[in-house]
């Protein structure tokens, strides 16, 4: 059976059965309206930044060219272009969550405000949010403003007052910062073997989240079996990690070379530990300069 569907005008309906563990090709907002109500457990999406980067070289004072996001899929008119497409894709999403179902949104400071104003604006609950601190970012080039070295999940309901939604606290403190696991993620941006090259040896994609990112989410808010919805899929880190740790998935994503990034990721499963890199989080935390997280002073 093909892991890739192309959706088109002639499908009206996806019925639950034919989208499990797929990747739908097309357009998010069309794909959304065919998917029957209350269907997932988990929806991640990681949007479009709207970052507005000037359209020329950025060099950094050291010489060195900024490989910048500046791709067409990140390009709108507008600010109220972009919050009208926000909207349509948050509407569409609370639609196919299940009623305990939560939802994690990523960005930076060029659009999470707005999108979490948005949110709200459509009735969702916000439960959290966890500041990823990007222990490699990107210098900044110039030396004009803080390197921006963070990303903010906001992890919502759809409504208010949800209960019994899914919330594996051993794994939240085990993830978050100090003794008391904050709501703080301290971990690389993806690099290395890890990252989607071409024969060029380009990156695949500008964007690529790290899988350590997608294993603590999947970890602290679903359990073994639930349905995950990434519907702006990128190359399909979401449904790699979902599928690594016995979730089921379906991921949408409009750009044919990221679904076909996405199927030859999905042919070459990945393994995901469950467990935590205490040596990692020990190191972490000397970076922090915090007390050590399990009450051993020695890294
Ligand atoms: C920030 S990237 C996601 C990266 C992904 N998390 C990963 O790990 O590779 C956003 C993605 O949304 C896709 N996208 C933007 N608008 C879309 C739409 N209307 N429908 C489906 N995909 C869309 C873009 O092509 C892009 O791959």
Redesign the pocket.
Known sequence: MDLVIKDNEDITNYDLNSIRDKIIW????KVLKKIPDETFDLVFV????FLQLPNKKLVRWSGTVVDGVNDE?DKFQSFEHYDNFTKS?LKEVKRVLKPKATIWVIGTYHNIHRIGKIMQDLGYWILNDVIWIKTNPVPNFLGVRFTNATETLIWATKEKNVKGYTFNKEYAKEFGIGKVGANVWVLPICSGKERLKDENGKKV?S???PIELLKRVILTTTKEGDLIL?????????GVVAKALNRHYVM????EE?VNAMVDRFLKPVKVPKTINRSYQRKIHHYLKLSDPYGLSEI
């Open positions: 097309g357009d998010a907002l990681d949007p479009p930044y899929w894709w994609h964007t690529q989240k990434d519907p702006m899929a990128g190359t399909g880190t979401t949408i994503e409009k750009k990221y």
